[in-house]
């Protein structure tokens, strides 16, 4: 480490520090410019991806006693604010450079290389004596910056009023955005030119059961953009702990986007206590949009695994007691006598069942059946406790208990029958948002796990947080959800949180957060539809900060044959489904639909019980966010390769099989749209074909609308040269 | 039962019904007036107590979606309401008669009769179809009224807005009030004219750790009124829970005050699903002071014990490690090198430690000798548990772990040392507000104590809630803790809570909470000192909805003698600190100075030593608010009778002892004032003289500002002839 300056300034602008990425490309520099605010500076080669952006914080002041006049309607007590984004000389800077590789428990890649240079700058505000560190973390890929607030006499305690980084756009890009919420994510993305965001904010809002949308041009992150000469950044966050989540808010005069934290119910946004660190504000570019795909900086930006013995973690591939319910087929609930529930007095044996109730005993063994014949290797079941008959939308704090199982389902039996079929059960702990009811159950919840067979869980946080005022994504609720994943992690358990605050690579450190929904994800197929383009968005927005719980697989598409009164349409084609599966790389992968509807499509089903769930490497060959997206992965279990396509609009792939290994010689088994496919009125229509091939092999593969494909690849044995070669 | 009525009117005022007390005394009219509101009016005899006041609710609307106009300011959506107080009808009518003599586990009296007439009226709205009943329990010494909502189908879950209940004075009454405040009752108490209120509001604001006042005529309950033509009114509320606290808020041209909740941080009063029941609102009157004192109107009305073993609840006098730093002559934190503590991180063996740090062993064991050599049940220790650095005012999270001792505090030899000498310990929880934290520890902290012999905890709230936004008294709090107690009582642990909602009589359900603070506490005798009058009031207010542990008991009155930089006074005399014994009845009562200074008067220590805690009997002997009370109680254990006395300004009892058993003859004990006694510059002048005496016996007696007396009486022996004779 070398000190590259000691300078003490005070008033006059610094001037600029530039740091390199490891191979040169990317360049940014940091000054303080005239005001004594820090500023950074993002390059890649020639182009500039960054203009010089505004860095540092508004504190909250001490606000002065309330004081009644003579009225009775006092004004709100004024709230000032003290300024941690000007003023600022620099005390030191430290440059270092950092390269290892690790060993991530499960994902994309069996060892991933954390290759950066660094710049740690200490700010010092004269007049308050108040120190602040930027630490810049310039990847080939990126760049990674975030604040550090050593101890000192100062500054102990603080709150944080407002933050003032922003990520200053060159131009009118063009951007895959949703609205920024403090509440969803779940939102259909929308394709737009910056300036135009706020004309198209009203449409993009679609209803959520719980949403607080803050601005006109607020967006979330990841964002996603691209620019007209071909750059894609994208903007997001790692290691979000202890601080609240960062949206985008734009100035589209600027098009500067400013950090937009989550408040808390007073307006504030954050409380620190020294030695303290925010999250990493992170700028990903290439011009190459695979390289986002490929991009390990999010990871990389987190603290290595705190979990000493993880052999307990395991990738897992499921279905469900859940479509049946989401299309409306069958109930969470187990009567419709109840006008509400009253947990500590309903004795539900006495009381006359719906007769639509997914999670009985039988049903539930009907999946096990199907997941043992299957090789798959587990069974989620939703709806299997008491408390579903009001289980949202009343502020109700005492709604689950998370170990009463209704009268019909039988604990100890599936218990039983599962583990005789070598099938393990996932927990299903809902929520509602009533997180200090989840909190106080949440041992016995997770002991009740342990007892009885549930190695994983899908959690949920539907609805508004209770007590109201708090949002999904405040600095006390990202606490909640960490809280439950380290809980979780002492019991050996794993943890797929739904309506959680979305992924900023946590997964490295707590590797037994397996998975998380923060996105607008299968069920909205059965709620009215997603557009086709949606999963080649996610992997560049949602998925930056870690997998995600879509639940892909729907091979009935036609929501009115499950439900005769759901008439909602799954924009999607059976082969973009099974492209999913390696598209979206996840450790956790659903078979979403019903095992009655696979059992139609028994020859593409196989490629679901085939595809692997962990890798050692992936190739990303081909990607544009909303057109196109294919990769090819290497299973880490059997060594096999396969690959993964979906596409937003009608394509033609042209890609190689060079990640192959060339001394072998392959079948690949090729699950793609029928030339006759269409996402709306002939999605079942597939081809399956098995061809030769080697690592000098090419393949054009077209794919329709919401469309894709997904390739299985064997070593071929002499049997196998009756089959086609592919050139 | 009886029906009375079953009225179908729709739009025209319904005639008023009139229920009764058994006693016949007390008369209370029910109606609805031309708009279909209901309105209650109480008499008194001839004389109205509250005239003809409004009831009802107001419940919040579905507000409309967020839309963002061109402008980023978006105004805050409309929050509608839906009027819940006019436009009934009467439904049905039904009166009934109670009454029934049950016995508490400890408490004033060891048989409480619980005699009333009831009427309760349930009303509808025909547009709504909404329905909600009034039940009004009419006892000789006063009202109590609840709302109740039945299961209906149009009113299964809701929203209240704001709670109408009026009470309509007759005239610009006496109050002993205390502004009204979402997060502290520790205010000293103003005695004024309802008119006068609103000028006397700023003044009667002084700080706390946490304070959030509402309106410049709010005031708190319990609230002690007294008209001018010589009726006492006192306006509460019983059984709280699962509401927000009632404030009220006073018309000052109209001199009707109304029922103002405790908000969410949503503006949001309470969450309701039906069946649903509100706390009682209660008027307790009589034109005798001493009969509001004597009412157990707010235990009656009060859900019987849900406990069913009580064995190990039991009544208790204690010392404790405190006030030495509550004086600042010791400190609860352990070093001073500490910035700010990090629980997980900080090795406080390795950090010097400041030298005035009270709970050592050492000094824990100094106190357990004292409470063994005086007969004391318990000792209390703060600042035993690491984290006192910084405990409060920083909106930190986990500011406690509740079970880890600092370095100088030996946990299990203490458990030893205080077995041995017969002695229990009480733990001490603070949370610092951080209430998600506490109920993450608190099995934890429990069973803590069950494992080294700690059968009682104090705890306290002290700062701002977290998360911000939420206050003390709103009815998320509210639910946190009875939670606290309702799992004390799994663990068979008793709870002092300080800080926490003032009581409501709950202690009759839950009678381990044996204590509360929610009031100014002997504390604030060492920040700057009370108002002489300030325990002549409590009893007629704080007292009314359960005991409080005011920690009496100081006998050195010049603060500086304990730390010379402390120069507060305590406004008050021994002999007033003996007499608060008796006067202020708690089975928790704390000898609170320290065992150096008892030490100094063991003559008059002696009567903490024998003053009982559970009582068969009590007779208020002279009582009014402000000025004095005389109660003479009768003890549980072993029969004998004491009388204590406070005095706010100079007074001279005249009371007669007719209490005693006629058949018997009695040496009284009386330590009172010395002549020259002056709480301000002679505090701890006090005499004590034996004098035999008799159930026709005659006392006149002088207590003088801020002072007081205390009698123990016992059956006399022929040895005590000598003694001189009272007339």
Not at 201 to 225: C, E, K, R
Not at 229 to 258: Q, S, W
Not at 334 to 350: A, G, I, M, N, P
Not at 546 to 560: H, N, Q
């Amino acid at each position: 480490m070398t000190t590259l300056a000691a300078l003490l300034l005070s008033g006059a602008a610094a001037p600029a520090q530039e740091l390199r990425s490891p191979d040169g490309n990317l360049r940014m520099r940091f000054s303080l410019d005239e005001a004594g605010t820090p500023r950074y500076e993002l390059l890649r080669g020639d182009k500039v991806v960054v203009k010089p952006s505004r860095m540092g914080f508004l504190l909250r002041g001490k606000s002065g006693a309330v004081q009644f006049g003579g009225d009775v309607t006092a004004a709100a007590p004024v709230r000032p604010t003290e300024s941690l984004c000007d003023e600022f000389e620099i005390l030191d800077s430290q440059t270092s450079a950092f390269d290892e590789t690790w060993q991530p428990v499960w994902g994309e890649e069996s060892s991933i290389r954390n290759h950066y240079n660094e710049l740690c700058v200490t700010l010092r505000q004269p007049q308050s004596d108040r120190r602040m560190a930027i630490r810049f973390r310039l990847f080939d890929d990126g760049l990674g910056f975030r604040y550090e607030f050593p101890v000192q006499p100062n500054l102990v305690y603080f709150v944080i009023a407002d933050e003032c980084t922003e990520f200053a756009m060159t131009g009118d890009h063009t951007a895959w955005w949703i609205p920024g919420d403090y509440d969803t994510q779940e939102y259909d993305y929308t394709c737009s030119c910056l300036s135009e965001i706020r004309g198209h904010m009203s449409g993009s809002i679609t209803d959520n059961l719980s949403q607080t949308s803050f601005s006109p041009t607020g967006v979330q992150t990841s964002l996603q953009l691209k620019t007209d000469d071909g750059l894609y950044i994208n903007l997001h966050e790692a290691a979000l702990v202890d601080f609240p989540a960062m949206h985008l808010e734009l100035d589209d005069r600027t098009m500067v986007f400013k950090a937009h934290l989550t408040p808390d119910p007073n307006g504030d946004m954050a409380y620190m206590q020294t030695p303290a660190t925010t999250p990493w504000r992170t700028v990903i570019v290439s011009d190459d949009a695979r390289d986002i795909l490929a991009s390990r900086l999010t990871l990389n930006l987190n603290e290595p695994c705190k979990i000493e013995d993880t052999s307990w973690i395991r990738p897992c591939k499921y279905v469900g007691v859940w479509w049946e319910m989401i299309t409306g087929r069958s109930s969470w609930s187990y009567t419709d006598e109840l006008q509400s529930v009253h947990l500590d007095t309903d004795d539900l044996t006495k009381i006359k069942p719906n007769g639509r109730h997914g999670a009985t005993t039988a049903n539930v063994k009907r999946y096990i059946d199907f997941a043992a014949a299957h090789g798959l290797d587990a069974v989620l079941v939703e709806g299997w406790n008491i408390g579903w008959e009001d289980w949202f939308g009343n502020m109700k704090e005492y709604v689950f208990d998370f170990v009463t199982p209704y009268p019909d389902f039988d604990v100890e039996e599936i218990q039983r029958y599962a583990a005789e079929k070598g099938v393990k059960m996932i927990m299903h702990h809902e929520t509602s948002g009533s997180v200090r009811n989840y909190e106080r159950h949440l041992d016995a919840a997770y002991r009740f796990m342990n007892e009885h067979g549930y190695p994983a869980v899908k959690s949920g946080y539907v609805g508004d947080i209770i007590p109201k005022g708090c949002n999904h994504y405040n600095q006390w609720m990202v606490n909640h959800y960490l809280y439950a994943v380290k809980k979780a992690a002492d019991y050996r358990i794993m943890v797929n949180a739904h309506e959680a605050v979305r992924p900023t690579g946590l997964c490295r450190t707590w590797p037994n957060l397996i998975g998380n929904e923060s996105a607008r994800g299968t069920e909205y197929q059965a709620f009215g539809g997603s557009k086709p383009s949606h999963v080649t968005v996610l992997p560049f927005t949602r998925l930056i900060g870690g997998p995600m719980d879509y639940t892909p697989g729907i091979f009935e598409m036609d929501i009115s044959k499950i439900n005769p009164e759901n008439h909602s349409h799954a924009n999607c084609t059976i082969a973009n489904q099974l492209g999913i599966y390696v598209v979206m790389a996840s450790p956790l992968q659903m078979a979403a639909d019903l095992p009655e509807n696979y059992e139609r499509f028994p020859d593409a089903f196989r490629f679901i019980e085939e595809v692997a769930l962990d890798w050692t490497e992936s190739r990303y060959l081909e990607a544009e966010p909303g057109a196109y997206i294919t990769v090819a992965r290497k299973a880490k279990d059997s060594g096999r390769w396969f690959v993964g396509n979906v596409a937003g609009k009608e394509h033609l792939s042209d890609i190689r099989f060079d990640f192959l290994d060339p001394s072998k010689s392959y079948v690949a088994t090729i699950y793609a749209d029928a030339e006759d496919a269409d996402y709306r009125n002939n999605p079942q229509a597939y081809t399956i074909r098995e061809v030769r091939c080697t690592s000098k092999s090419r393949l054009r593969q077209r794919a329709v609308e919401g469309g894709g494909y997904a390739i299985s690849f064997r070593e071929a044995t002499p049997e196998d040269n009756k089959l086609p070669r592919l050139k």
